[in-house]
């Protein structure tokens, strides 16, 4: 039986009348990539948000390493070792790539590590930029400022300042968006790198990079899941071809 780290159990969310996620039940095994994928207004990203903490839930439960983590902000479970991207880039353009990675890895401090043993801190800061920076392959690109780095660049460094955090879990939302098919390759390989030590929940609609890279698909219709499956289990379905990918 697979390992599960992440579990959501029956989560809704509504906004007024509209049911963005409905009654979604998933396993997130550890160290597995698991893609979350449909059309647009499909529920993927409002899914990412219930997870991660930036929205409540209406109705359901988020379960992490078997705790409940339904009603934790997304601070705390940020804290515990759940990280997350966005579908636009979210970094700070003045900074270097070490000042980027540094933020995010000072986020996790204790207060009392930030204020009080302020070398304690700083040793364990920069580690765990510097880590975040080799992780995502930018070590090379250091001091080089974020906002004079190339769309995929910037991405990857995005994806670094989220490892600083160190989490053992990484909500992806979009990651390969607005990329030519270089950066893409560039980002899918670091996707793949990571997922030897993460647990990756992946929303992409490069379906091409989604089959290459993804352990276990879940396709989401109208805020439900439709399937969930293997890349050979979804390539073959006809209710996901009809709905999602097509029918010949």
């Given at each position: ?17 509209l ?8 396993d ?6 698991h ?155 670091l ?13 992409e ?44």
């Amino acid at each position: 039986m697979a390992d599960i780290i992440l579990q959501s159990v029956g989560l809704s969310r509504t906004f007024g009348a509209l049911v963005a996620v409905d009654r979604v039940s998933l396993d997130f095994a550890r160290s597995k990539v698991h893609a979350i994928i449909g059309p647009n207004g499909a529920g993927k990203t409002t899914l990412i948000n219930l997870l991660s903490g930036e929205l409540l839930p209406s109705a359901g439960t988020i379960r992490y390493k078997g705790h409940d983590i339904t009603a934790l902000p997304s601070n705390r479970i940020s804290l515990l070792g759940v990280g997350r991207s966005y579908q636009k880039t979210n970094i700070f353009p003045s900074f270097t790539c070490l000042e980027n990675c540094w933020l995010g890895a000072q986020s996790q401090l204790p207060s009392s590590l930030k204020f009080v043993r302020a070398a304690d801190g700083y040793d364990k800061v920069r580690a765990s930029a510097e880590r975040a920076l080799e992780l995502c392959g930018l070590t090379h690109r250091r001091d080089a400022i974020a906002a004079a780095m190339s769309y995929g660049e910037q991405r990857q460094l995005e994806i670094g300042m989220m490892l600083a955090t160190e989490p053992e879990v990484l909500l992806l939302d979009e990651p390969l968006a607005g990329m030519g098919s270089e950066e893409a390759v560039q980002v899918v390989y670091l996707l793949r790198k990571l997922a030897r030590d993460h647990t990756l929940v992946l929303i992409e609609h490069d379906m091409d990079a989604v089959f290459a890279i993804a352990d276990l698909l879940t396709v989401m219709v109208n805020g439900r899941v439709l399937e969930t499956g293997t890349v050979a289990e979804i390539r073959a379905s006809k209710a996901v071809q009809e709905a999602y990918l097509g029918a010949d």
